[in-house]
């Protein structure tokens, strides 16, 4: 089993910037992917971001340019900062990991940008 485990959400003010971090933890042997997504009440899941075993980077058109993902793989963590936040980047934020043919999520972490 795979644990993931979620930090740095809460609220800004829109401008604002906050740093997201996600560890895995337990059965990980060769993690291929690992991204964020983020889901609002009654929507549907989305990417926010992406960064593959080899570094290739994904981005949401609404983010690009503001925020940036990178992993540490000798942690089994990966980050979100998050700059120059706006309203509409409220949400619950959900870390992904893909390890061979598995997909694990974590339990989501709030983020609100309001003033």
């Known amino acids: 089993q795979v644990q993931l485990v979620e930090s740095g959400g809460g609220l800004v003010q829109p401008g604002g910037s906050l740093r997201l971090s996600c560890a895995a933890s337990?059965?990980?042997?060769?993690?291929?992917?690992m991204g964020w997504y983020r889901q609002a009440p009654g929507k549907q899941r989305e990417l926010v971001a992406a960064?593959?075993?080899?570094?290739?980077?994904n981005y949401a058109d609404s983010v690009k340019g503001r925020f940036t993902i990178s992993r540490n793989d000798a942690k089994n963590t990966v980050y979100l900062q998050m700059n120059s936040l706006k309203p509409e980047d409220t949400d619950v934020y959900y870390c992904?990991?893909?390890?061979?043919?598995?997909?694990?999520w974590g339990q989501g972490t709030q983020v609100t940008v309001s003033s």
């Open positions: 992904n990991i893909v390890q061979g043919s598995s997909n694990y």
């Open positions: 960064i593959t075993r080899g570094g290739s980077t």
């Open positions: 337990g059965s990980i042997f060769s993690i291929y992917a």
